[in-house]
Every structure is written in C-alpha cells, then in structure tokens.
C-alpha cells in the first residue's frame, strides 16, 4: 500500500502536523507558529504557518506534500464559509488530495 496520510491541528499559538504511511505508522512531523487566520498577522501568513508545519512533516517522512492522498485540519479560526474555502483552496493546492478541513473546537 502506498501513499501517506497527514493529520493537522493549527491553532492561536502552534500548529503541528503528523504523517504517517498507510499503515498507521507515524513518519514525520513539524511544528511551526499561528496558523488561525483570524488571529496571524493576515490570511497569507497563516497560511505560511500551515505550509511550514506540512512541508516540515512531510521533509521527515521523506515525501512531498503532493505524495499526501488524504489530510485532515483541525483549525482554529476556520468559523466562516469563506474561510473553509480560502483553507480548502491554498492547502488543495500544496497538497496532493483535497484536504477535509474543520474548525478545532
């Protein structure tokens, strides 16, 4: 079985990702700063933070992002449908899958 799998929790102060290959077993992970939209200095930078915690996962588990075939965030700050859909959109876009994104509460 191939591919890998990443699990995101973003928040106000860290945001951590995990991969892990297809049978459960963790390969990587990465750590970086605020991933909330609503509370990182603007959208783009938020952003960033999501991209530096997956890239620094998916670097340990010697994979780039679009190796993920499924990944789901749990983040704060995603409350709104414009927010879903601007999150949905710039991680699609780096990733390999279309993310399941959901608000961390």
Same mark, same amino acid.
């Given at each position: 079985? #191939?591919?890998?799998?990443? +699990? %995101?929790? @973003? =928040?106000?102060?860290?945001?951590?990702? !995990?991969?892990?290959?297809?049978t +459960?077993?963790?390969?990587?992970? =990465?750590?970086s @700063? #605020? #991933?909330?939209? /609503?509370?990182?200095? +603007? $959208?783009?930078?938020?952003?960033? $933070?999501? /991209? &530096?915690?997956?890239?620094a996962? %998916? #670097?340990?588990? +010697?994979?780039?992002? *679009?190796? !993920? &075939?499924?990944?789901?965030? @749990?983040?704060? @700050? &995603?409350?709104?449908? $414009?927010?879903?859909?601007?999150?949905?959109? $710039?991680? =699609?876009? /780096?990733? =390999? %899958?279309?993310?399941? !994104?959901?608000?961390? *509460?």
């Amino acid at each position: 079985m #191939s591919g890998f799998v990443l +699990g %995101c929790d @973003g =928040g106000n102060t860290k945001t951590i990702a !995990v991969v892990a290959d297809r049978t +459960g077993r963790i390969v990587g992970w =990465g750590r970086s @700063g #605020s #991933s909330d939209v /609503h509370d990182a200095p +603007g $959208e783009a930078a938020a952003v960033a $933070e999501l /991209h &530096a915690a997956v890239d620094a996962a %998916c #670097s340990m588990a +010697g994979c780039a992002p *679009a190796a !993920v &075939a499924a990944a789901v965030f @749990g983040l704060a @700050g &995603a409350d709104w449908p $414009e927010d879903f859909e601007l999150l949905r959109d $710039e991680l =699609g876009a /780096h990733l =390999g %899958c279309a993310p399941v !994104v959901l608000n961390d *509460a």
